[in-house]
């Protein structure tokens, strides 16, 4: 009445691209077996099974040997994206005693961050709460939030002459988003002033957009002289 065998699991390599790499999860015994020994496994982790990689469910090692080996195979996209892992353990098993830890491989994104541009939805404005539209577009889906710093320049002076949001946030899953430059009134007889908005600073993205220039035309009556 021997004592059943104990099984554990390994993986070789612990890391793997996104573009089809293969990792091999095995199952080894501490002795042999005069049984086949059947290993069910559990799948969790930030990778998504069918979409992120593929794996069978059970290992099978044969009566006489002393591991068995299944393939775990990346599956690529070209959505950038935070590395994944899958983590297996082992879920029951027949024939032997489970020992061990789960085992985790991390498969690493390969692709190239989406390029951001910027675009304004009409130019001139009228100082008296006249609006535009200003938007940030990526090229490309992307799997992570991306978030555009917005630098401003030319004539015009925020919050006296007109006011913005410092950021522009591209959720994870979407292409664009817009926000809204409104114009603050005075009384002052001026020039029209300008409001020169760029990227100054990116998170998951490059940057791909050139300048955009907004107009504030004066609505104020000139100053009248008396002698």
Do not use: M, W
Request: proline share 4%; no cysteine.
């Amino acid at each position: 009445n021997d004592a059943p065998p104990t099984v554990s699991l390994a993986v070789s390599p612990s890391s793997v691209s996104e573009n089809g790499a293969i990792s091999t999860v095995t199952a080894s015994l501490n002795t042999l077996a005069g049984q086949n020994v059947s290993v069910s496994l559990g799948i969790t982790g930030t990778a998504t099974p069918n979409t992120d990689f593929t794996l069978g469910g059970t290992i099978t090692i044969i009566a006489g040997n002393i591991s068995g080996s299944i393939t775990l195979t990346a599956v690529n996209d070209a959505i950038d994206e935070a590395d994944e892992t899958v983590t297996i353990q082992i879920a029951s098993v027949t024939n032997a005693t489970a020992t061990g830890t789960p085992v985790i491989v991390t498969i690493s994104d390969d692709d190239a961050q989406p390029s951001v541009s910027l675009s304004i939805g009409g130019t001139p404005i009228a100082e008296a709460g006249g609006t535009t539209t200003v938007t940030a577009t990526i090229n490309a889906v992307s799997g992570l939030d991306v978030t555009v710093t917005l630098g401003k320049g030319g004539t015009a002076t925020e919050t006296s002459d007109y006011t913005l949001a410092g950021t522009i946030a591209i959720t994870a899953g979407n292409t664009s988003v817009t926000t809204t430059l409104t114009a603050v009134a005075d009384v002052l007889d001026e020039s029209g002033e300008t409001v020169v908005i760029s990227i100054s600073g990116l998170t998951n993205g490059t940057n791909s957009s050139s300048p955009q220039t907004v107009t504030i035309t004066d609505d104020d009556e000139a100053p009248t002289v008396i002698l």
